[in-house]
C-alpha cells in the first residue's frame, strides 16, 4: 500500500489541504515551494497506510503551531520541524519509525513531508484532525483520552524545549502556545509521540491521500472547464450554501491566533442577503442573516469561485468573489466527547453545533 | 568546612536572607516554615563550602521564579523544587552532587534547602546574585557568559516543562517567564547546572553564611536591646539614607512580575522630604527628593525601624515606619559586564548607576 508521492502530488496536495483546512492551518503556498524544492533535490516521500504500522511503531506526529497571518511573513525552514523530531527522540531516548500531521489542512500538511525528507522516514497517510482546527487539544487523540504529553518545539534562533508533562490536553496548549507566542507566534512542534496501534484505532485515516484526491479533482474541473466548486461539492459530498463578494473582514492577531470576521454580500441567487463568517484561524461559524447556517466541527470552506482554490483567514479580502461551501464532520468529533473538544461551546460559541447538511 | 545548619541558623537565614533580598525574592515566611518542618521531620543540611567542590561536580542552581505577590498566596511545596532538579537529572542522564541558591535573597534563600532534604544532597554556601534580582539572566553566571540552558520548571498542577536550548540568557529569561506567568505567576526551577568549577570561579561565596550571620546580628542586637537597624549597617559596611513613614504604595503583577513604587515620608532628621521607591520585585531605584541616591546594582533595603525585618515591595503597607539602608555591590557586578546585566539601564531606566557609599 506504500507509495513513492509524485511532484503532481504534492501539487494537488496544496489545492486539497488548503480547502479542507477550513480557512487555516496556514496558506500551503510557501511549504509547498519548500517540499518542491526537497524534491528537486532529490528528497522522495513515501506514503503508508496507517495499518502498515507495527502496533509498537513510534510515530512522531507534527505540525507548526502559530497564527496564520504570522506564517505568511515567516518563512519556514524545513529543517525546523525535523529538529522537533529529533528533541522528541533524544527526550525519549528511542528514534521514530514514521512521522504523521497533526492536522491534514494548509500548510501543516507538509510538515511531515518536511520532517520525512530530513529524518528520511515514511510519512503515515492521516492525521488527527481530519482537517485544520486552531487549538492542539482539538485532536482524535484528545477525544480518545490518550496521553497529551511530551511536546518538542523549535523556534529557529535556537530556542528549543520539551514540555515533558501537562495534566491535561489544555494544559499543553496552554504551556506550548505562551512559548509560541513569546517566539513570535510561530513554532515548529512534534506532538506527543504515538504508538502505531493508537494510530491505526484514533487517528483519521487516508487524509492525506483524500486530501490529494481532492486537489487532483480540482486539477482535472480546471483542465475539463467544469466549475471547480460543483467538483469539490461532488467529491466531498458537501453542500454549496452561498456565494457572493466579500465586503468586510476584520483581523487580529491576539494571543498567538487569528482572530476576526468576514462578511461576503450575496450575488445572484442570494442577492441581497449576507453571511457572516467568524474564525480563529479556521472558520467556526457560518450565520446567513443572523441564523446559524454551520458551526463547527463541520467543515466550513470559503472557495474562489472562478478556481475552486480555497481562501484563507489570513489571505481573503475585499471584493473576492466566492462561495461558501460546507461538509459534515467525522462521527468522533461530532460525538459527545468530540463535542467536548470541538464544538462551538468548546470555542466559546453559546451555540449548539450546526450541521450544514442536516 | 562543611556544617550541619541549625534551627537557629535556619532562623538568622530567614531574618538575613529578607534583609539582602532588597525587598524581593519572596518574603521568606512560608517556606522558612517549610525547612522547620523538614528539621522537625528529622532532615538535616549539610552546608559545604564552594572549594570544598570537585572541579566535575554537578551542581544544580535552584529558585522560585515568579511574582512575590503571589507566592504569598500560593504556598509551596518543598517538593516542587526538588521535583525541578530531578527533571533536569533526568534531561542531562546524570545525577547531582550539590544544590545552590540562584539568589540568596528572601523566600528563594530557602529553595536548596527545600530541594536538598527531599533529595538528600549537600548545600553549596554559594549563590550567584550575592541578594536578589529580578530576572533570571542577572546572575554572575551570566556575566562571565556561562551557558545559559538548560533550565527545568514545574508547577504543582503537573505541568513540567525543559527549556533545552536558548541562544542568550535574556531568552532563557523570557522562555521561562511565560510559562512561570502561564502557570500562575510562581513556578519552582532548576536552572542551567554548573560544574563545581564554575561555582569556584563565579558564584558569590559564602553568601548563605553571609545571610546567617546578618541574621544572628539582628538577633543579637534585639537580645541586647541595641538598634537593630545600626547593627545591620555596621555588619554590612551600608549606610543609613534616610527615615521614615511608608505614605503611599503602588502595585500591580504583571508580566510576572510584581511592579511599583512606595513614597516614604521623612521623619525626625528627614522631616519634610521624601523618598520615592521604584520596584521591579526588588527595591530599583531610591529618590530623594527626585534625586537618585541609591539605584541597582548596589543594595537597598527597606527596614522596619523597630525590629530590623526587612520590608518586602509585597509587603509594604501604609503607615510602617521604615528606615532606608543601601550597601554598594560586589564588584563583578559593578563591572561593564556586570551592568550590562544588572545596571539601571539593563532594567529600563535611563540612569547612571548610583553607588550610595560613594
Not at 77 to 83: E, G, H, L, N
Not at 217 to 224: C, G, H, K, Q, W
Given at each position: 500500500m506504500s507509495r513513492a508521492l509524485t511532484i503532481t502530488d504534492i501539487d494537488d496536495l496544496a489545492v486539497g489541504a488548503w480547502v479542507i483546512g477550513t480557512g487555516g492551518g496556514g496558506s500551503p503556498y510557501l511549504n509547498h515551494l519548500n517540499v518542491q524544492r526537497l524534491m528537486a533535490d532529490g528528497r522522495t516521500f513515501d506514503l503508508i497506510d496507517p495499518t502498515e504500522l507495527a502496533d509498537d511503531a513510534q510515530v512522531a506526529v507534527v505540525s507548526t503551531m502559530g497564527a496564520p497571518v504570522v506564517m505568511q511573513e515567516r518563512l519556514q525552514?524545513?529543517?525546523?520541524?525535523?529538529?522537533a523530531v529529533e528533541i522528541m527522540?533524544?527526550?525519549l531516548g528511542s528514534p521514530f519509525d514514521a512521522v504523521m500531521a497533526t492536522e491534514i489542512g494548509g500548510s501543516n500538511a507538509f510538515q511531515p513531508l518536511m520532517a520525512a525528507a530530513h529524518l528520511d522516514l515514511p510519512v503515515v497517510d492521516a492525521d488527527a484532525m481530519g482537517r485544520a482546527y486552531p487549538e492542539a487539544?482539538?485532536?482524535?487523540?484528545?477525544?480518545?483520552g490518550l496521553q497529551p504529553w511530551p511536546l518538542s518545539l523549535v523556534d529557529p534562533r535556537g530556542i528549543e524545549a520539551v514540555i515533558s508533562h501537562v495534566p491535561t490536553w489544555k494544559w499543553m496548549e496552554r504551556a506550548?502556545?505562551?512559548?509560541?507566542?513569546?517566539?513570535?507566534?510561530m513554532a515548529a512542534t512534534c506532538k506527543a509521540p504515538r504508538t502505531g496501534v493508537e494510530v491505526k484505532r484514533w487517528s483519521v485515516a487516508n487524509s492525506m491521500s483524500l486530501a490529494i484526491e481532492l486537489g487532483a479533482?480540482?486539477?482535472?474541473?480546471?483542465?475539463?472547464h467544469r466549475d471547480p466548486v460543483d467538483a469539490i461539492v461532488d467529491e466531498t459530498g458537501g453542500r454549496r450554501l452561498f456565494a457572493g463578494k466579500i465586503i468586510d473582514i476584520e483581523r487580529?492577531?491576539?494571543g498567538g491566533f487569528l482572530r476576526g470576521r468576514a462578511?461576503?454580500?450575496?450575488l445572484d441567487a442570494w442577492a441581497g442577503r449576507e453571511v457572516e463568517l467568524e474564525f480563529q484561524n479556521e472558520w467556526l461559524v457560518a450565520r446567513l442573516d443572523r441564523q446559524p447556517i454551520a458551526t463547527v466541527p463541520h467543515l466550513i470552506c470559503l472557495l474562489d469561485v472562478e478556481s475552486g482554490e480555497a481562501i484563507g483567514t489570513e489571505t481573503a479580502r475585499y471584493g473576492q468573489r466566492a462561495a461558501l461551501i460546507a461538509m459534515t464532520a467525522p462521527e468522533l468529533f461530532r460525538s459527545e466527547a468530540g463535542l467536548a473538544y470541538v464544538g462551538p461551546r468548546a470555542m466559546g460559541y453559546d451555540l449548539d453545533p450546526v450541521d450544514p447538511l442536516a
Open positions: 525552514d524545513s529543517r525546523d520541524v525535523a529538529r527522540a533524544d527526550h487539544q482539538m485532536t482524535s487523540f484528545a477525544i480518545a506550548s502556545r505562551v512559548l509560541t507566542v513569546e517566539t513570535g507566534s479533482t480540482v486539477r482535472r474541473a480546471r483542465a475539463e487580529r492577531t491576539t462578511v461576503v454580500g450575496g
